[in-house]
């Protein structure tokens, strides 16, 4: 069993750039950090993840061990391309991958500033198997 970040993206209903809506859950998460697909449960509606790991491939661990590595900025930086389109709520949680599991159920959901989420991001963060809904400042 294994800690990782799963990624995965919710339509924004308050946006009123329409041609934006056609991008939302088609994104790739960069190579680096990238571990996988899977589904995530939420509000009853099926959604594309992926997950996120460090460079072992085996856990997402050292997002937790480490501030401002490398690993931050890539992810961070993606996920600050992604709210360019205000159709975007990027979204991030983390799960025990036990390998069998197939997709997560997301239960809690709390918003988030993007800044917030950098400045504090560690494992205590995550404590609650709570997503967050990252915002703009």
């Known amino acids: 069993m294994s800690r990782y970040l799963v990624y995965f993206e919710l339509k924004n209903k308050k946006s009123t ?51 401002s590595t490398a690993l931050h900025n890539i992810l961070f930086d993606f996920i600050e391309e992604r709210m360019r389109n205000e159709c975007i709520i990027p979204c991030l949680s983390t799960f025990i991958h036990m390998n069998k599991k197939r997709a997560i159920l997301i239960t809690k959901i709390e918003e988030i500033n993007i800044a917030k989420i950098k400045h504090n991001f560690s494992l205590n963060l995550f404590t609650n198997d709570n997503a967050f809904l990252i915002k703009p400042i």
């Open 17 to 67: 750039n329409y041609s934006g809506f056609s991008k939302v859950g088609k994104f790739n998460i960069p190579e680096k950090i990238y571990a996988g697909d899977i589904q995530v449960l939420f509000k009853e509606k099926k959604l594309s993840g992926n997950i996120i790991s460090d460079e072992s491939r085996l856990s997402a661990n050292n997002f937790f061990l480490k501030k």
